[in-house]
RNA sequence: GGGUGGUUAGCUCAGUGGUAGAGCGCCUCGUUUACACCGAGGAUGUCGGGGGUUCGAAACCCUCACCGCCCA
């Protein structure tokens, strides 16, 4: 298995080892799993993205947590499936193609649907799906052999037999409802494809009636005036209790309405009268069905007036609005108006036309029963949702959720399988199905998110038994975005449990925040402060964004991410490759066992004891999905632990010819460090672990055993010893102003086990141990070291150092004073807490006692 | 209006009862053969305000202020 050394290049350049890595993991399939293996699944399905996407730092994000787990599980043992595709994203993708039509002066109706659906497909075909070549840069282990897209023909299939099983259970019907609606898009949309934001609109008061039969209702849509059906208030205002069930003369049409009396109205708000319009608002449009108001439609599907018989037919609902209120003002009609009056209005999240709620023949799902068992699964455990806090935002979505329109008025999706017979009958068609003669079908389609919500099965080849739905469903974890908890998440929670006889789609779900720019703001175009992560890999490698990205990853939190960060992570694969072309200059090996901890230096033994402690650490956060937390303890113990104290404490005894067992242990933490790095930072590890090892690749390899025997708080103690006096004495000679390279005569007075490391301590400080006269020392606790400075010391500097250590112990000393001699304290505080600050006040006298007596020998 | 998260070093954020932390930035010194994408040292905080619980609060409770997100 062993193949020739290499040996590293002198500079780390990512872009030189990324391509080629990536290339032979696809060669070697690496990342096809086997439905036929004895192992354990795991199974992440990607949360596809739109077909005609780019990859923003968003997926960067998403997809980086997802391999981490990935590569993570596949080296612990599982069967790990990573199963990637794509989503036709009608509406959007819609609206891609019938731009590029506009350009050249054409609508999708010159088309025609055939023509139209054609030119989509042969989009998607040319320039759709950009966004998986650029998941190879980013170092995703997906497995291409299964690659998915929402309308191939399996999941299409599965479509079509979802529909007709809630059909044929009465969960999905037709019927004439108020919906949202775009005059721009000309589609129905769900609830979730508004997005309410706030606008300048205004205000009007307008009385209806005359004389003592009126009424002055107030309205942010006078246009809409000329479809009223009635006039309500409260049930109990006194103001207006006398009128109701009179009617009053609903000015320009000049129809009588009726005044009714609904709860819904509230008194505090404008005049506490309102008119109802059943047939272009939700909330008129209950109180009418309570009330049997007739629905009278005044406006077209573009938005416009139309049916009312006045001047206005014709007119733009917002030419109208104005030209409405100019007439009624005209005749006087106009009680108060206010302008502008802010308020929410419902937008298409597409195409931020204001929408329109339109009485229109819709299809729906009824989702009550659905999302009962959705908010169960979770509620009893089945489902966990990674973190926990944001559990009742799912709740308050599924116990709340509003039957669901799936009907849309484009061409681009799965068209609804409904054919409709002479006699007005209606045949649902499945797979394989085929509709009687003369029948027509249902020309819409079906919302997108109707069969993303099939995604964790559809994908594996259901409705079909397929191996793959067997070995791999349920799928382990879903990695997502809050912002698409309700999109997607419930309803997957809502369709899987359907389909599979009541086992959820995954058993985690872990939702991640959103990225944003390095002051914490919303990314958007019109701010300017979008980030491209292919630049980003360009400019520093996939590994250092990766790293950045799972950084900055705490649960369910949203991150801020600047260039200045990536930067750093780049740095520190650097110092990575750094630190492994120095261990193997310096002979560090992974042949051959370790060796016994009997015969190990302290050194040695103490970053065994942290490479143990960090490896345990950091696979339990991994496994809880504690992305920020387990890179900063791996980062921490890399550059600080290995880099900066082991790789030189170690160089004295490198350099000394008898070296073998620090050797041995140096190449053991590296290939423990690389294991645990490769989720994140796959490229380099990779890189760095074959060529240390000559083995072939890191990504099938196991996941480090680590050996609790070689924890070992002895050595740990001892070499924390080591860094105070390295420390103090790197301080002391910084404050000399003595220069780094300065060489300077010393001797160590200290217990035995610390002398024995004065020579890897002298290495360090670039001090000579020789017979000395010492003009200066160096105190820490017990432990000295005395200095020849050749009478050069600067005893103000010094007794500024003294002096400020003085202050500082004074400080520790006074706390534990006061604790010591708080009763309370010492009648209820835990043993070991008093135990604790009884040494600190033991340590802290002492110290004051040796400063002292430095300073009054200094003068 | 309902729900929910936040307010800790200049910036972005960790830190769920026992002497306040990280990264970046800042200051000083330094080309000691792994690394200047570096090393060494240093400065910087009434932990949003007020009250309470506790021997002890950044952390737990109450309250106020401000910022954000989701839903209406």
């Known amino acids: 298995m062993s193949?020739?050394?290499?040996?590293?290049?002198?500079?780390?350049?990512?872009?030189?080892?990324?391509?080629?890595?990536?290339?032979?993991?696809?060669?070697?399939?690496?990342?096809?799993?086997?439905?036929?293996?004895?192992?354990?699944?795991?199974?992440?399905v990607i949360p596809p993205p739109n077909v005609t996407g780019n990859l923003h730092i968003g997926h960067a994000l998403d997809q980086t947590l997802q391999d981490c787990l990935t590569r993570l599980k596949r080296m612990q043992g599982y069967e790990a499936l990573w199963l990637p595709g794509m989503d036709h994203a009608g509406i959007a993708t819609q609206n891609v193609v019938e731009k590029q039509l506009a350009a050249q002066g054409l609508s999708r109706h010159d088309l025609g649907r055939e023509d139209f659906v054609k030119k989509v497909w042969e989009w998607k075909a040319e320039s759709g799906g950009q966004i998986l070549g650029q998941m190879k840069r980013l170092g995703d282990s997906v497995d291409w052999t299964r690659e998915a897209f929402t309308m191939d023909e399996n999941l299409s299939a599965a479509v079509l037999t979802i529909f007709k099983k809630l059909y044929d259970q009465g969960l999905i019907y037709r019927a004439e409802r108020i919906i949202n609606w775009c005059p721009r898009c000309l589609t129905a949309l769900s609830d979730i494809e508004v997005e309410h934001h706030d606008d300048a609109g205004e205000f009007v008061q307008v009385r209806y009636g005359d004389g003592e039969q009126s009424i002055v209702v107030a309205t942010t849509r006078a246009e809409t005036m000329m479809g009223d059906g009635a006039v309500a208030v409260h049930p109990d205002d006194p103001r207006y209790k006398h009128m109701i069930g009179t009617e009053v003369l609903l000015p320009l049409v000049n129809r009588m309405i009726p005044i009714i009396a609904d709860e819904l109205v509230d008194p505090e708000f404008g005049t506490g009268a309102v008119k109802v319009t059943a047939a272009h608002d939700p909330n008129d449009f209950e109180m009418a069905m309570r009330h049997n108001v007739p629905f009278v439609v005044i406006m077209n599907e573009h938005g416009v007036m139309d049916g009312t018989g006045t001047e206005f037919d014709g007119m733009d609902r917002f030419d109208a609005r104005v030209a409405v209120v100019a007439k009624l003002k005209e005749l006087g009609r106009i009680v108060a108006e206010k302008r502008p009056y802010v308020h929410a209005v419902g937008h298409c999240s597409r195409c931020d036309t204001t929408v329109e709620p339109r009485l229109s023949k819709q299809w729906f799902v009824k989702v009550a029963p659905?999302?009962?068992?959705?908010?169960?699964?979770?509620?009893?455990?089945?489902?966990?949702?990674?973190?926990?806090?944001?559990?009742?935002?799912?709740?308050?979505?599924?116990?709340?959720?509003?039957?669901?329109?799936?009907?849309?008025?484009?061409?681009?999706?799965?068209?609804?399988?409904?054919?409709?017979?002479?006699?007005?009958?209606?045949?649902?068609?499945?797979?394989?199905?085929?509709?009687?003669?003369?029948?027509?079908?249902?020309?819409?389609?079906?919302?997108?998110?109707?069969?993303?919500?099939?995604?964790?099965?559809?994908?594996?080849?259901?409705?079909?038994?397929?191996?793959?739905?067997?070995?791999?469903?349920?799928?382990?974890?879903?990695?997502?975005?809050?912002?698409?908890?309700?999109?997607?998440?419930?309803?997957?929670?809502?369709?899987?449990?359907?389909?599979?006889?009541?086992?959820?789609?995954?058993?985690?779900?872990?939702?991640?925040?959103?990225?944003?720019?390095?002051?914490?703001?919303?990314?958007?175009?019109?701010?300017?402060?979008?980030?491209?992560?292919?630049?980003?890999?360009d400019k520093y490698g996939a590994d250092a964004l990766r790293f950045t990205l799972a950084r900055g990853s705490n649960p369910g939190k949203d991150q801020a991410l600047a260039e200045d960060w990536v930067a750093g992570s780049r740095n520190f694969a650097t110092k990575l490759w750094n630190a492994t072309r120095f261990a193997m200059m310096n002979g560090a090996t992974t042949d051959g066992p370790l060796p016994d901890s009997a015969s190990l230096s302290a050194i040695d033994s103490w970053i065994l004891s942290r490479v143990t402690e960090t490896a345990l650490e950091y696979t339990e956060l991994l496994e809880s999905y504690e992305f920020a937390r387990a890179s900063e303890v791996i980062y921490h113990f890399a550059w600080d632990d290995l880099c900066d104290w082991y790789l030189e404490l170690s160089k004295e005894a490198l350099a000394s010819g008898n070296a073998a067992g620090t050797q041995r242990v140096l190449g053991y933490v590296l290939d423990v460090l690389f294991h645990l790095l490769h989720p994140i930072m796959p490229f380099i590890t990779e890189e760095l672990w074959t060529t240390l090892t000559g083995k072939k690749t890191l990504v099938t390899s196991a996941w480090p055993e680590v050996d609790k025997k070689n924890l070992d708080k002895k050595s740990e103690k001892l070499i924390g010893e080591l860094q105070k006096i390295v420390t103090e004495v790197r301080r002391f000679r910084n404050d000399q102003g003595v220069k780094p390279s300065q060489k300077i005569p010393a001797r160590f007075i200290a217990p035995n086990d610390v002398m024995a490391y004065q020579s890897a301590m002298a290495f360090l400080l670039k001090l000579e141990l020789v017979e000395l006269t010492p003009s200066a020392s160096v105190e820490i606790g017990d432990m000295k070291v005395e200095l020849d400075l050749s009478g050069t010391v600067d005893v103000v500097a010094e007794r500024a150092r003294l002096e400020k250590d003085l202050i500082t112990a004074q400080k520790d000393l006074k706390t534990a004073e006061v604790k010591l001699n708080n009763e309370g304290f010492m009648a209820k505080a835990p043993a070991n807490v008093v135990a604790e600050i009884k040494e600190r006040l033991a340590v802290t006298t002492a110290d004051i006692e040796r400063i002292t007596a430095q300073l009054a020998a200094l003068k």
């Open 370 to 537: 659905l999302a009962k068992a959705a908010g169960d699964a979770v509620r009893d455990g089945r489902v966990k949702i990674e973190p926990a806090e944001l559990a009742p935002r799912y709740f308050e979505w599924v116990d709340n959720m509003h039957d669901w329109c799936i009907s849309r008025q484009l061409w681009w999706g799965h068209r609804i399988p409904v054919w409709y017979g002479p006699d007005g009958d209606i045949v649902v068609v499945g797979p394989g199905e085929k509709a009687p003669n003369g029948y027509t079908q249902d020309p819409d389609v079906l919302d997108t998110w109707f069969s993303s919500a099939l995604w964790p099965f559809s994908t594996l080849g259901w409705p079909q038994n397929t191996a793959d739905v067997k070995k791999f469903y349920p799928t382990s974890v879903l990695v997502t975005g809050y912002d698409i908890l309700f999109f997607w998440v419930a309803r997957m929670m809502l369709f899987g449990l359907f389909a599979m006889d009541g086992v959820p789609p995954f058993h985690t779900i872990v939702l991640h925040g959103l990225v944003r720019d390095q002051y914490g703001k919303k990314m958007s175009k019109s701010r300017g402060n979008v980030v491209d992560p292919l630049e980003f890999i």
């Open 3 to 44: 193949q020739e050394k290499r040996e590293l290049a002198s500079a780390f350049v990512p872009s030189a080892i990324e391509g080629s890595l990536y290339q032979k993991w696809i060669e070697a399939g690496y990342f096809t799993a086997d439905a036929a293996s004895s192992k354990e699944p795991f199974t992440i």
